[in-house]
């Protein structure tokens, strides 16, 4: 079901012999203790009551002293986690916001005419680059279950993973533009996937990185992202130090407030652009400490204590998103249908199965109205606004929303 991860993926830090051939000291130059959830099921892993449930493995996050970067301690075998992938890339109003806002800054980049998506899910933001003016769009994801999706909306798909790609650059020629959205947080092998950007990138291409930006997540204790997809928590070191590796380089940083604070990170083949001012500033004083982690576990904890007292009070509570981040919350506070009675979700392969690792079903969003629960317990915060104005029918009629992360009772309902 898994292997174990113990040497940093971005910089090879305690690896047998890292980069520069010099043999590890296997008792000090180890990956540090960072955060852990303990055992946990995978988080995309909805069943039904007849389907059988790919398991559990240890949720725990080690940290790099050398480049910073979070990572998990086991890699969980891709087979489980994506052969039958229930996630689709949200077509929310945020979203759909998201990709005007990265695709403005792109153009200001490069010709953005001919672009790679590498995680291209069901072509989704390809297909928004075509509406915004590109001429040739190639994506590339593992998903099998995905690609009549993509194929639907005009876009060509690789089905493919772009790390284990022999020569990507001959499946997918020149291009002006490589992106890569949350993606990279998912991929095991950081070297294989940097070495084939750098096939693929020419001197005028720009390679845009999208991740969630862990000193976000740390300074939110936002958890819930923390789950076995995510096998990395991006810093900015540990993205240069595996971009320079292979004749990349950083060119711009641009922070977005997208599922929970992110980093669009450019890359250029290296030399080929003056990068911009600030950007290598920011990265050679980006600074997180193991005292973040310790601080990241201790908010963290409070926040799952704060919410299964909440739910021992045994009122009247559902859940609104069954995203992986639900999965996270509902099995750390360890609530079953008695505490939570279903979990509304938007997303047809999630409806009708189970939370994973509990009995909580997954239901149409017109549950809500149908139900009546008191409280619902917004696990796709990430989507709060537009998700509070499309409910408001529910609220009108008394229902009131749980903010799982506030930090203060005044800001818990909504
Ligand atoms: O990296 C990943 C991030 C980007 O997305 C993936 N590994 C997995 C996924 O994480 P997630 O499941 O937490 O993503 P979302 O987009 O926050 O999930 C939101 C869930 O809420 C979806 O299942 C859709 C649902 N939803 C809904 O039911 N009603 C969403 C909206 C906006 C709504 O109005």
Redesign the pocket.
Known sequence: MYTLHTHCRACGFAKDTNPTGIKANPVTDRLQFGFSLGLQPL??DFCDEKQERRGFAPLDVMVCPQCGLGQLSVVVNPNLLYSHYP?VT?D?E?MREHFQTIIHELKQECAFSSILEIGSNDGLFLEHCLKHGASRVVGIDPARNLLQASAARGVMSVCANFEQMMSPEHVVGDVDLIVAR?VL??VDDWTAFFRNLGRVARESTVVAIEV?YVRNMLAASEFD?V?H??LSYASLQAIRCAAKANNLDLHKVVHYPI?GGSILVLLRVEGSAKPHSDCIQEVESERITMQDWGEFQAASLRKINNLRSFLRKGMKVCG???????TVWINAVGATRNEISFV????PQ?QWKQVPGTNIPVVD?GALLRERPEYAIL??W??AD??IR?ENRWREKGGKFINPHATSDRDFII
């Open positions: 988080a995309n996630y949200s929310s945020t949350h947080c998912h969630p992202t789950y997809e995510h599922h609104y998103g069954a995203s992986a981040k639900s509304t979700d938007t997303t999630k969003p696990f796709a990430n989507y537009e998700i499309k």
